[in-house]
């Protein structure tokens, strides 16, 4: 059963106290913490400067390995553009991790119908 402002295709339960598990038609699982918003704060800013710093970090790897991409693949070294590789995935899979976290009181964009519809 949808939940109360929530699209038809979707669902949305409580797990716990501190997370809400939000199901659709497609399948498609998507938990959320709530967590109180000096934690939220916490969480958002250091994942965000780990994950930018890594992705960063993984590109200027990757151009080493690669020499500005100027590199025929036998001149190129291999394990070093593998590491820029998960460098840049690593620092994906943290930002998209700390999306999880929601202060309390917090709601998606779309579910929140008292805002108006003009953006001035």
């Known amino acids: 059963m949808p939940a109360s402002g929530a699209d ?3 669902s949305e339960r409580s797990v716990s ?3 809400i598990v939000r199901e659709t038609d497609d399948g498609i699982v998507a938990r959320e913490v709530v967590v109180p918003l000096r934690v939220y704060k916490a969480v958002t800013v250091f994942s965000t400067l780990f994950a ?3 992705v960063v970090g993984g590109f200027i790897v990757l151009d080493v390995a690669t020499n500005r991409a100027r590199a025929s693949f036998e001149e190129m070294n291999v394990p070093l553009a593998l590491a820029g590789l998960a ?4 620092g994906s899979v ?3 991790f700390s999306t999880r976290f929601r202060a309390e009181g917090m709601g ?3 579910d929140d119908s008292n805002e108006q519809s003009n953006n001035g």
């Open 17 to 19: 106290d501190d997370s």
């Open 8 to 10: 038809d295709d979707e």
């Open 87 to 90: 460098l840049i995935v690593a």
């Open 108 to 110: 998606k964009p779309k």
């Open 94 to 96: 943290v930002y998209a």
């Open 52 to 54: 930018v710093a890594t």
